[in-house]
């Protein structure tokens, strides 16, 4: 039988979320970082990330659960104002990847899978290229307003 210890090991081993470098971070330290997701219809969609490999919320002391639900707010607010969606949409999941981490997407009516969760299955209609270029094109303002935030 393996010790917590040694099970912490090996998930983190085979963890994609243990290793800090991947992704795009855009501001971190050493309890958690913010990362922009690379999805092309989902401009603005981070990923904040707990560092330390746990699954869940009630893994951590009150203080780290307050630290990292600080984080998820101020990078929302700071989606909501730069990118302006119609929603933005909370999830920590980790069916996949049991590694305590925070999706948070901006929504709009005109997205690919409006009123659906972005894992459903896609409508048949999906933004202009020439709308999800001027979403992308906020992006730099995003990483200015969330590494502010969280500075």
């Known amino acids: 039988m393996m010790s917590v210890i040694q099970e912490t090991v090996s998930a983190s081993i085979q963890c994609e ?3 800090a470098s991947r ?3 855009i501001v971190g330290n050493t309890h958690w970082r913010v990362i922009l ?3 092309a219809n989902y401009p603005g969609f981070c990923r904040v990330i707990w560092n ?3 699954k869940e919320m009630t893994d951590l002391s009150d203080a780290d659960r307050s630290t990292l639900m600080q984080v998820v707010w101020k990078t929302e607010s700071a989606i909501r104002s730069v990118m302006q969606p ?3 949409n909370l999830a920590s999941l980790g069916n996949m990847v ?3 981490h925070w999706h948070l997407i901006p929504r709009y009516t005109d997205d690919a899978h409006f009123p659906n969760p972005i894992w459903a299955t896609a409508n048949e209609s999906i933004p202009a290229s ?3 270029e001027a979403r992308r094109s ?3 303002q995003l990483r200015q307003a969330i590494t502010a935030a969280l500075a």
């Open 138 to 140: 906020l992006l730099p």
């Open 23 to 25: 992704g795009d971070v």
């Open 17 to 19: 979320l243990c290793d």
């Open 86 to 88: 119609h929603k933005i």
């Open 130 to 132: 020439s709308t999800l």
């Open 52 to 54: 330390e490999h746990v």
């Open 98 to 100: 049991p590694h305590l």
């Open 37 to 39: 997701v690379d999805d």
